[in-house]
């Protein structure tokens, strides 16, 4: 079974720093994807960057960017430049090939980031 | 990325009966559906999958005689939670998802409060 685990509960980073969020998971997959999606106050869970297992460049959006450490099974998010509409819950999430049954995500336990200004 | 719905957006109901939630894909032929559950500061958990056309498969836990899910078309998915009890209250997320489709999209959910 895949398992997803986000030690830090809590964050905090002051407005414009840069800030590191952890993701570590466990599979046995050669082949998977894996996110980062942010949980605001509103609750909507929003998409805010992706990564395939067989690519080995990071994926950025904008701020944005992820440290993919295939052989660690690391998934770090950095956010640059903090801006306080940052302050979310964040969670990182598992799926194996979409081409498997399911398309199911196995999600982290989240990490509440919040930006201070 | 795809656009969901979910109506209501928060429901209040009395113990014992049943309340229906919508998850609609507004622009998306969504093959697969998702229904969570969350516990506040939680993660979500999932209940059930649900592919258009076909029964939907309960995570171990999940009773399916209780939260009765329907899929009867590629835009529209329905939870219905029956004889409800105030241990039912929480926080319902629906996602979509197409075949091979690497990503799922979530609705707003719907906030459940059973007195």
């Known amino acids: 079974a895949q398992t997803v685990t986000q030690s830090q509960p809590e964050m905090s980073v002051q407005e414009a720093e840069t800030v590191t969020l952890s993701c570590t998971y466990d599979?046995?997959?050669?082949?998977?994807?894996l996110f980062w999606y942010k949980q605001p106050p509103s609750r909507q869970m929003i998409l805010v960057i992706r990564q395939e297992a067989y690519k080995q460049q990071n994926a950025t959006e904008n701020r944005f960017s992820v440290n993919f450490q295939k052989a660690a099974k690391s998934f770090s998010l950095k956010i640059s430049d903090s801006q306080l509409g940052d302050t979310a819950m964040y969670f990182c999430a598992f799926m194996k090939s979409p081409w498997n049954t399911g398309n199911q995500f196995y999600f982290g336990t989240g990490t509440s980031l919040t930006v201070i200004p | 990325g795809a656009v969901v719905s979910q109506h209501p957006s928060r429901v209040i109901c009395k113990s014992g009966t049943s309340v229906k939630i919508e998850c609609r894909s507004l622009?998306?032929?969504?093959?697969?559906m998702f229904w969570y559950r969350q516990f506040p500061k939680k993660s979500l958990m999932l209940m059930a999958t649900?592919?258009?056309?076909?029964?939907?498969?309960?995570e171990q836990g999940v009773e399916k005689d209780k939260f009765l899910i329907n899929h009867a078309s590629l835009t529209l998915s329905t939870l219905t939670v029956t004889s409800a009890h105030p241990e039912d209250s929480s926080f319902y997320i629906c996602s979509v998802s197409g075949t091979g489709y690497e990503t799922q999209y979530f609705g707003p959910g719907t906030r459940l409060l059973v007195l």
């Open positions: 599979t046995s997959e050669s082949n998977y994807y």
């Open positions: 649900s592919n258009e056309g076909s029964k939907a498969t309960y």
């Open positions: 622009d998306f032929q969504a093959t697969t």
